[in-house]
């Protein structure tokens, strides 16, 4: 029973194109988290949610929007796909508030690889 | 900006020796965590360590944490070929809302 799922696993499209990456976590934590890996390995943080809020939004282009429906799910949609999009893109979650303060452990999904011709 | 910097970048050793990779961090933290990464899958948390702690065990893994010199260090002690693997260290500031920010990683391979 997969604890982060991601999908799609691979995704190739051509630049100019909108994509979306879909996650979803059953382990019922509160906060979720989308992560860029590029190709030196590279892992940086892009988005936050927690209960659905989005509380970290590094410097992220406006073509990428996640979106949170709900505390188990968050989206990553990019408009206008660059060359420069190409990673792996990992979604992940963690149980944020009722921890000892920051034993903030996160559980990753198998990420998303995104290829741009 | 980034805070764990793993050392060294790329690490080849034979099946049953011992693994020491280190990490470097730039501001005070909270907690450093090492994660594990196999080829293509996510990443893994591995062990936590707490700023008023010194060192932690778990299995064959043992951690040490200086804050004095801001650097970590996690050893892998008889070594399997399974433990091939990306390891990094990530870095937790502060409060909830500050992510956890991962170092580049030292790439393990295990030859059996």
């Known amino acids: 029973d997969t604890a982060v799922s991601q999908t799609p696993k691979y995704l190739v499209t051509q630049m100019g194109n909108d994509k979306s990456i879909k996650c979803e976590q059953n382990l019922g934590h509160d906060t979720m988290y989308w992560y860029k890996q590029d190709s030196k390995k590279f892992l940086k943080i892009m988005f936050s949610y927690n209960n659905k809020e989005l509380i970290i939004n590094e410097t992220v282009p406006n073509r990428f929007s996640p979106k949170s429906p709900d505390k188990a799910h968050l989206n990553l949609h990019i408009n206008s796909l660059e060359l420069g999009d190409s990673a792996v893109y990992f979604c992940?979650?963690?149980?944020?508030?009722?921890?000892?303060?920051?034993?903030?452990?996160?559980?990753f999904g198998a990420g998303s690889r995104l290829t741009v011709l | 900006s980034q805070q764990g910097e793993e050392d060294p970048q790329a690490l080849s050793i034979q099946e049953g020796e011992n693994a020491t990779m280190n990490c470097s961090y730039k501001?005070?933290?909270?907690?450093l965590q090492w994660y594990r990464q196999n080829s293509g899958r996510g990443l893994v948390h591995l062990i936590l360590i707490r700023s008023n702690e010194r060192e932690k065990h778990s299995g064959r893994l043992r951690v040490t944490l200086d804050t004095s010199k801001k650097s970590s260090s996690l050893l892998i002690t008889a070594s399997r070929a399974a433990d091939t693997a990306s390891y990094f260290c990530a870095t937790h500031g502060g409060s909830g809302n500050t992510p956890l920010v991962f170092g580049k990683g030292t790439r393990l391979s295990v030859i059996a």
């Open positions: 992940a979650s963690s149980q944020l508030r009722s921890r000892p303060s920051g034993a903030n452990v996160l559980t």
């Open positions: 501001t005070s933290i909270n907690n």
